[in-house]
Every structure is written in C-alpha cells, then in structure tokens.
C-alpha cells in the first residue's frame, strides 16, 4: 500500500443506535506527527467516532485506513494491534492493583507473570524518562492522584506500542497545573512522531495544544481547519451553529441591603476532619459571589451547610433571621422555606434521580407547593407535568419530553432542568455549584445568562465554581478558598489569574482587599 | 483435656473443614471475578446426590467424583448464564438454583433407589478409603510429633489432601499467573479487562466453572468420604457457612484455609460435647453446640468481624458503556 502522510482516515462513517443517528457520513483525515483536536457539543458524536476507531461500536457504512492502509476494527484487541491506544474520560483502572499489573493486564508475555512484571518494570522507566510520564510502577492506583492515574492509562496505551493516541475529554478532572503537565507530555509525543487525537469541549485547550481541529455538530463533521487559522469565536460558531458568547455580558451591579451573613462557618465531617474552619463573609441583593479554589478546599462543604445538608457551626442569618446549622431546621427544605434555592455541584447524585422522569424531578424539594396537589392526599401529576413542560420550554431543554427519565438527557439539559427548578422558584439566594460543569458551550451561554438574569433582579448569590474563567466572568466579587479558609475577596475587575492562582495555592497574593 | 483427645478433635476438624474448604475455594473462584455466589450449597448437594448415586451403581467411586462434578457444572453453567449472559441478578438466579437442587435431589434419588430419597450405603471401591501417609506407622512413637503425624496428617482419603494442595495452588494460580491477574481485574473493574482487549465473558464463564467443578469435588467429598452414601439436605447450610468463611478470609486462599479451619473446629466441638464439658466444667446443650458454626456464620455475615471489602465489581453484571 502506498505509504499515505495521514496516521487516520475516516472516510463516510455512518452509524446508528435505533432511530438516532449518532454518525453521518463522517469523513476526516489526521496527519501523522499531528496533535488533532475534535471538538463538539455533547451529543455531536466524537464518542461515538471514537468508540467506532477503537473497536467499541462496528460503523453502519464507511471506511477506516490506518497509515493508509483499510483496515477494519471490530474489536478493541484489533485496535491495539492497529497502533491505536484510548484513554477514557472515566479511567480503565482496576484501583487495586499495583501500576504495573494495570499496565501489562492484556498484554502479559506468556501465561506467568513474573516475565511480564519485570519487562514491564524496565520498558515503563524508560518512557517515563523520555516522556516526563514518572509513575511508581509499585504504587497503587487507588493511592495515586487523578493526574497521576490518567498517566498511568497513557503508559498502557505506549506499552502496547500505540502510535495513535486518543484522549477523550482528558483535562475534565485534573487541576490547571495538571493540566498542563498533560499538554507538555502530549507535545513530547508528537514530537516523537506519535499522532494524538483530543477530543474536548474546551476550547481553550484546542486553540493552545492543536495542530488542526475538527468540529462536530449533530452527527455531521462540520470542518477541519488549521488551528493557527482560526479563533475561539469561529470554532465556538461552528460547533453550536450560531454566533455564541463566549463572554458574560452583564451591566454593573445595583447592590442593595445584606441577604446572606456568615460569622465563623465551621464544618467537621464525619471522619473527625475539619473542613470548613471558620468562614465569614456577606452577601448583598443582587450581588453575585464567587468562590474560586481548586476543588476539595472547602467549598463543598460551604454550599452543603448552608443547604441544610451538612451539619455546622457559627451563626448565619438570612435577611436578618438566623438559621438554624445543625438539629432541627436544619434541613433542605426548612432552607427552601426560607427562601434558599440550592443546585448542588453533583447533579448526578444530589440534584437528580437519573432513573426517575424529568418531571418527578422537578418534583423534588418542592412536592409539597400547593400548585402541585389535587387534594388531601393525592398529588396533581397533570399539573406538574404541564409546569415542567412550561419550565423546560422556558429553559430550552432539549428535546422538551416531561416522561423522559432524567439520564436521557445530556449533561448540559440535565443541568438546565435542576437549574430551572431552583430558580423558577424565586429564590432570596441561589446556592449554585460548579453550574457548567459537563456543560456544553450553548448551554453554558444559556445557564450564565440566567444566572446574571437572577442577579439583576435583585436576588444574591452564591457561586462556586473550579473554572477559573467562570467565576472571573460571572463574579462581582470573588473570594478564594484554600484548606477550608477563605484567603481573601478581590474584585475581578482588578485582580488577575496569577494573583488567584498563588491564592488558590494557599498563597496571600497582594495585600488584603475586600 | 489430654493430648489423644486433643489430636482426635483435630482429625475430626480436618475431615469437617474439608468440604468447607472446597466450596470455599469455589465461591473465591467465582466472587474475585465478580460473580456472587450463594449457590454453593445447592451444587454440592447436586454433586453428592450425583456422585453417591453414580458410585453405588458403577462400583467406583472415581466415577462417583466425576459424575458430582459434572451435576455441579450443570448448575455453574445454569447461574452463568443468567448472571453472565443474560445479565440476571445473581442473588436470585443462586437461590433459585438452591431451591431446585434441594428438590431435585431428593426426587432423583428416590426415583433411582426407593429408599425415601437416600442412597443405599456405599461400600469398597464405592468410597474413599483413608491413605495412610509413608513412616506413619513407624514414626508413631515419636513423641509429640509421631502421634500428631498419624492421627492428625496421615489417614485421609485422598479428597482431604487435594484440597489442602488446592490452597497454595490457588493462591499461586491467583498471584503468579496471567489467567489469575486477569480474573481478580474482571472482579474488580470489567471494563479495564475490556478495553484491554480481553473477554469479560469468557473469563467470567472460566472461573463460574472452576467453581463448579470445586463444588463437585466438595460434594463428592461429603456422600463418598465423609458419609457413606447421600442423604436428603446432607451438606446441611454448609455452602453458606464456605460464603461466611470466604468473607471471614476477605476473599484471599490461605486465610480461606484458616477460616475453613476454624469452622470446621466449631463442628468437631459439637460431635464431642464431652470434650467441652471435660474443658468448661460444666454441660453445654449439645443443641447449641450444633448452632455454634451457624452463629458464627451469622456473626460474620454480619461484620463483626472487621470490614471485610468484597470485589468492587461483584454481584453487578457488567454492561459495555459507550
């Protein structure tokens, strides 16, 4: 076969699940030696593009070539053969097992293992030289960090002689600094001549590691372009198939009297461990506060007690009342009767049941309202779901069914309906955790439109967020937590990302300004 | 307590911790790859139905031993595929298979034999007969070690000692090799094992039939060795106190022997309630100490005995995701 410049090509993939067309005639070439991004909104199909190249899912129609050559995939063992290695957004690790078991399981040299383990052992020293991928082959993945983890997945993948790299959604978990440590290990191997493919939503990422980037929309591929040619705003076009604004717009807050005070919040979980020691802070009407820090430093703990979910200590009043932080009414739903609307930073387990329809959960935490009873004993279904077919328009959930359970839909439409449920309500306050997180980028636009929206009419909230740019675009003050501690307030206007960042490390930047 | 007494309590220990130990290994087999297994108890019930019934008509019992780990692959393959296949709970599908062995059994033997749902006696070749290891019988007068060696290690059949060579086999078969690696990974995280490029399935259907075939050789062990011959309900909850025994030794092979040894040490207590009396001073209901394996059971299954971490995938049929 002639020898070909491109490491992939895809050429007329079509795949289908039922009626949902998940591929349509996809076709796209990467250069080898390449680092090619695939970017899309959740639901445009890059999973699925991929599941198809590693052997997951057989593709309906279509083509694949390998360094020019057809090959055909339908199993993930062909795939490795092929060259291709995946690293999942959710780790394939068995978590008790030493880093070097992990990395030969499947590719073990004979029916003993010892062979195995001590090639294993010599061959993962030197990539991890060569590649600034160091990893104790004799640590535990449990005891590893996430980073740590996803290197040790990128070591599996080299093991087997992967020439083609292929990262799904790798930044989701991992902190800034982690971050960049992948992108420069990513660089070093294309620099060796390997081929990398990332998909991501982040556009970020794409416009600072790509070579090209591929956009996906609804199943169809858009456009390849040069990633040097383009800019955030076209790709962000291209994806959503609108203009989208990547920044808030949003117009000088009217502060208004105290809604929220906190004096010396303290939370010690159920281990002994102090999480939250001693925050104090305000909140005015129509002030929209965020907590910056990297996730685990507390903010959980703060959203979780002032959501009557976790038990406290120090004084808080809302409008002037105290509330209760631990014992009676101090519960979800004494807090929504006092008028605090919470959207918890795990939607998946605090804000939804996944199983349960759309408008069950609109139900929750609010099956008690009146408009939602048909008398004394039984509740008005046919109400609650017109309300929620209201509420779901309003919020453009897509597609807009009351009987689907909440797991048919994706992260960003998940995330619209606990959103729309907290915040149709009215709330004094909103608590609102990590709200785009798993978001795609229309959403986004739409959830912090929103979110300003409450803002000006005058409500207070909360905000805790571990994007960076988020909370600086959202925020009229920002505070920064670090190991339970709040380091200080600054005013996004003023401050900038390295002065967060050495905060976020638990570092005071330039002197105290609230 | 003199010493021949103490060395009698444990012969008796081992030949009752025997069939524990089987099943034990069995149900390790099948939990490390993830498939629960309460099911032990009707497959060595099935087996030594089989393996009397087919020793008493053959005149062998090797036959005997094959014929009870052939019924109890039968009943593995049944749990395999509704747990593995066809992704059916494996609670239900184990205690569904239990139901139908304890009936089964009863009905087939009274259908072959007419004798109430026993086996007639096994007698001869029909029945294990106790081995006597080399020099037991010249090293006898050794002090302290003679009479332990043959009282104690020396005259088994040769069941007892497969098992105990099953131990260290297992833990080596677990650690030491590639199929061992691959089945504590599918217990743990199926969709690593997956994505490796290695069938879930496959593995799994390898360890549910070592399982069965451990549990046929326990059951061969209780109606061919232990007894002479089956009897309705013979192994008498003993699966389920292998299921307490395996949590007790946190699903590893040598702790399972420990554990297995212990269980079985409760039993002989109970065959010789004179001992107890003659150590206590005073009588103990002979009925409670028939109950102390089953409280001790249930004082396992219940945590008291320290967390025990069972294997993360366990009980879940696995499902490819995306």
Same mark, same amino acid.
């Given at each position: 076969?002639?020898?070909?410049?491109?490491?992939?090509?895809?050429?007329?993939?079509?795949?289908?699940?039922?009626?949902?067309?998940?591929?349509?005639?996809?076709?796209?070439?990467?250069?080898?030696?390449?680092?090619?991004?695939?970017?899309?909104?959740?639901?445009?199909?890059?999973? @699925?593009?991929?599941?198809?190249?590693?052997?997951?899912?057989?593709?309906?129609?279509? +083509?694949?070539?390998?360094?020019?050559?057809?090959?055909?995939?339908?199993?993930?063992?062909?795939?490795?053969?092929?060259?291709?290695?995946?690293?999942?957004?959710?780790?394939?690790?068995?978590?008790?097992?030493?880093?070097?078991?992990?990395?030969?399981?499947?590719?073990?040299?004979? &029916?003993?293992?010892?062979?195995?383990?001590?090639?294993?052992?010599?061959?993962?020293?030197?990539?991890?030289?060569?590649?600034?991928?160091?990893?104790?082959?004799?640590?535990?993945?449990?005891?590893?960090?996430?980073?740590?983890?996803?290197?040790?997945?990128?070591?599996?993948?080299?093991?087997?002689? &992967?020439?083609?790299?292929?990262?799904?959604?790798? @930044?989701?978990?991992?902190?800034?600094?982690?971050?960049?440590?992948?992108?420069?290990?990513?660089?070093?191997?294309?620099?060796?001549?390997?081929?990398?493919?990332?998909?991501?939503?982040?556009?970020?990422?794409?416009?600072?590691? @790509?070579?090209?980037?591929?956009?996906?929309?609804?199943?169809?591929?858009?456009?390849?372009?040069?990633? &040097?040619?383009?800019?955030?705003?076209?790709?962000?076009?291209?994806?959503?198939?609108?203009?989208?604004?990547?920044?808030? +717009?949003?117009?000088?807050?009217?502060? !208004?009297?105290?809604?929220?005070?906190?004096?010396?919040?303290?939370?010690?979980? +159920?281990?002994?461990?102090?999480?939250?020691?001693?925050?104090?802070?305000?909140?005015?009407?129509?002030?929209?506060?965020?907590?910056?820090?990297?996730?685990?430093?507390?903010?959980?703990?703060?959203?979780? &007690?002032? !959501?009557?979910?976790?038990?406290?200590?120090?004084?808080?009043?809302?409008?002037?009342?105290?509330?209760?932080?631990?014992?009676?009414?101090?519960?979800?739903?004494?807090?929504?009767?006092?008028?605090?609307?919470?959207?918890? +930073?795990?939607?998946?387990?605090?804000?939804?049941?996944?199983?349960?329809?759309?408008?069950?959960?609109?139900?929750?935490?609010?099956?008690?309202?009146?408009?939602?009873?048909?008398?004394?004993?039984?509740?008005?279904?046919?109400?609650?779901?017109?309300?929620?077919?209201?509420?779901?328009?309003?919020?453009?959930?897509?597609?807009?069914?009351? @009987?689907?359970?909440?797991?048919?839909?994706?992260?960003?439409?998940?995330?619209?309906?606990?959103?729309?449920?907290?915040?149709?309500?009215?709330?004094?306050?909103?608590?609102?955790?990590?709200?785009?997180?798993?978001?795609?980028?229309?959403?986004?636009?739409?959830?912090?439109?929103?979110?300003?929206?409450?803002?000006?009419?005058?409500?207070?909230?909360?905000?805790?967020?571990?994007?960076?740019?988020?909370?600086?675009?959202?925020?009229?003050?920002?505070?920064?937590?670090?190991?339970?501690?709040?380091?200080?307030?600054?005013?996004?206007?003023?401050?900038?990302?390295?002065?967060?960042?050495?905060?976020?490390?638990?570092?005071?930047?330039? !002197?105290?300004?609230? | 307590?003199?010493? *021949?007494?103490?060395? %009698?309590?444990?012969?008796?220990?081992?030949?009752?911790?025997?069939?524990?130990?089987?099943?034990?290994?069995?149900?390790?087999?099948?939990?490390?790859?993830?498939?629960?297994?309460?099911?032990?108890?009707?497959?060595?019930?099935?087996?030594?139905?089989?393996?009397?019934?087919?020793?008493?008509?053959?005149?062998?019992?090797?036959?005997?031993?094959?014929?009870?780990?052939?019924?109890?692959?039968?009943?593995?393959?049944?749990?395999?595929?509704?747990?593995?296949? /066809?992704?059916?709970? %494996?609670?239900?599908?184990?205690?569904?298979?239990?139901?139908?062995?304890?009936?089964?059994?009863?009905?087939?033997? %009274?259908?072959?034999?007419?004798?109430?749902?026993?086996?007639?006696?096994?007698?001869?070749?029909?029945?294990?007969?106790?081995?006597?290891?080399?020099?037991?019988?010249?090293?006898?007068?050794?002090?302290?070690?003679?009479?332990?060696?043959?009282?104690?290690?020396?005259?088994?059949?040769?069941?007892?000692?497969?098992?105990?060579?099953?131990?260290?086999?297992?833990?080596?078969?677990?650690?030491?090799?590639?199929?061992?690696?691959?089945?504590?990974?599918?217990?743990?995280?199926?969709?690593?094992?997956?994505?490796?490029?290695?069938?879930?399935?496959?593995?799994? /259907?390898?360890?549910?039939?070592?399982?069965?075939?451990?549990?046929?050789?326990?059951?061969?062990?209780?109606?061919?060795?232990?007894?002479?011959? /089956?009897?309705?309900?013979?192994?008498?909850?003993?699966?389920?106190?292998?299921?307490?025994?395996?949590?007790?030794?946190?699903?590893?092979?040598?702790?399972?022997?420990?554990?297995?040894?212990?269980?079985?040490?409760?039993?002989?207590?109970?065959?010789?309630?004179?001992?107890?009396?003659?150590?206590?001073?005073?009588?103990?209901?002979?009925?409670?100490?028939?109950?102390?394996?089953?409280?001790?059971?249930?004082?396992?299954?219940?945590?008291?005995?320290?967390?025990?971490?069972?294997?993360? *995938?366990?009980?879940?049929?696995?499902?490819?995701?995306?």
């Amino acid at each position: 076969m002639a020898h070909s410049g491109y490491a992939i090509e895809l050429k007329g993939i079509s795949k289908a699940f039922g009626p949902v067309q998940a591929n349509k005639d996809i076709s796209v070439a990467v250069p080898k030696g390449t680092i090619h991004g695939i970017i899309g909104e959740n639901g445009a199909g890059k999973s @699925t593009l991929m599941s198809i190249l590693y052997g997951f899912y057989r593709a309906d129609s279509g +083509e694949i070539l390998i360094n020019g050559t057809p090959t055909t995939i339908p199993d993930s063992q062909s795939a490795i053969r092929a060259g291709i290695g995946m690293v999942f957004q959710h780790f394939k690790l068995v978590q008790n097992f030493t880093v070097l078991e992990n990395v030969i399981l499947g590719a073990e040299e004979g &029916a003993m293992l010892a062979r195995s383990l001590s090639k294993a052992r010599k061959v993962l020293g030197d990539l991890s030289r060569e590649y600034e991928l160091d990893v104790d082959p004799d640590a535990v993945i449990e005891d590893l960090s996430v980073g740590h983890q996803q290197r040790v997945e990128i070591l599996k993948a080299l093991y087997r002689q &992967a020439d083609i790299l292929i990262l799904d959604e790798p @930044t989701g978990v991992l902190t800034p600094a982690e971050a960049d440590h992948l992108f420069r290990i990513l660089r070093g191997l294309r620099d060796q001549g390997k081929t990398v493919i990332l998909i991501t939503h982040k556009l970020r990422e794409i416009m600072e590691t @790509t070579d090209n980037v591929s956009v996906m929309r609804r199943g169809t591929m858009v456009g390849t372009v040069k990633t &040097a040619e383009t800019s955030p705003e076209e790709l962000a076009e291209l994806m959503v198939g609108r203009k989208v604004l990547l920044e808030v +717009e949003k117009a000088p807050p009217t502060v !208004g009297r105290t809604v929220l005070s906190v004096e010396n919040l303290s939370v010690t979980d +159920e281990h002994g461990v102090i999480r939250l020691k001693g925050v104090s802070f305000d909140i005015k009407a129509g002030e929209i506060l965020g907590i910056a820090g990297v996730a685990g430093n507390g903010q959980s703990e703060l959203l979780e &007690a002032l !959501g009557g979910i976790a038990r406290a200590t120090g004084r808080v009043t809302l409008n002037g009342a105290d509330l209760p932080l631990s014992g009676a009414g101090a519960d979800g739903r004494s807090r929504r009767a006092a008028g605090i609307a919470h959207v918890p +930073e795990d939607r998946q387990h605090l804000g939804l049941i996944m199983d349960f329809a759309a408008w069950e959960n609109v139900a929750f935490g609010y099956h008690n309202a009146p408009e939602y009873q048909k008398n004394a004993l039984f509740m008005d279904n046919d109400a609650l779901r017109a309300d929620t077919a209201r509420k779901m328009e309003r919020f453009d959930v897509r597609p807009p069914i009351p @009987t689907l359970p909440a797991k048919s839909f994706s992260g960003g439409n998940q995330q619209k309906i606990v959103v729309a449920r907290e915040i149709e309500r009215n709330p004094d306050l909103l608590l609102i955790g990590q709200p785009t997180r798993g978001v795609d980028i229309g959403a986004i636009e739409f959830i912090h439109k929103q979110i300003v929206a409450l803002r000006d009419a005058g409500k207070a909230i909360l905000l805790v967020s571990v994007e960076l740019d988020e909370i600086r675009s959202l925020s009229d003050r920002i505070a920064v937590m670090f190991d339970g501690r709040i380091m200080g307030f600054r005013d996004p206007e003023t401050t900038d990302e390295r002065d967060l960042g050495l905060m976020m490390a638990g570092m005071t930047g330039k !002197g105290e300004a609230a | 307590m003199d010493y *021949a007494t103490l060395l %009698q309590l444990l012969d008796t220990t081992i030949r009752l911790a025997t069939p524990l130990l089987f099943a034990c290994l069995a149900g390790l087999y099948s939990e490390r790859a993830g498939i629960f297994d309460i099911g032990l108890e009707g497959k060595m019930l099935m087996a030594a139905m089989a393996s009397a019934s087919v020793a008493f008509l053959t005149g062998s019992v090797w036959m005997g031993v094959l014929a009870g780990i052939g019924a109890s692959l039968i009943l593995a393959g049944i749990h395999g595929l509704a747990s593995i296949t /066809f992704r059916g709970n %494996q609670l239900i599908s184990g205690v569904a298979l239990n139901f139908v062995a304890s009936g089964i059994t009863v009905l087939v033997a %009274q259908r072959l034999f007419g004798q109430g749902g026993r086996t007639p006696p096994l007698e001869g070749d029909a029945r294990f007969a106790p081995i006597t290891l080399p020099f037991a019988e010249a090293l006898r007068d050794v002090p302290i070690l003679g009479p332990l060696y043959f009282e104690v290690i020396s005259g088994h059949p040769f069941l007892v000692y497969l098992g105990f060579v099953t131990v260290p086999l297992t833990w080596w078969v677990l650690y030491r090799t590639r199929f061992g690696l691959r089945l504590r990974a599918v217990g743990e995280n199926p969709a690593a094992v997956d994505t490796a490029g290695i069938s879930v399935v496959g593995l799994r /259907f390898a360890a549910v039939a070592i399982t069965g075939v451990l549990c046929g050789l326990a059951g061969a062990y209780m109606a061919t060795a232990l007894q002479a011959g /089956f009897g309705r309900e013979m192994t008498a909850g003993r699966g389920y106190i292998a299921l307490a025994a395996l949590i007790f030794a946190k699903w590893r092979p040598v702790a399972a022997l420990w554990a297995c040894l212990l269980f079985g040490f409760f039993q002989a207590l109970a065959l010789r309630p004179d001992v107890v009396e003659g150590v206590l001073h005073f009588k103990v209901p002979v009925t409670f100490l028939d109950a102390l394996p089953y409280v001790l059971t249930v004082l396992v299954l219940a945590g008291f005995v320290g967390k025990a971490i069972p294997p993360r *995938a366990g009980g879940e049929p696995y499902v490819k995701e995306r």
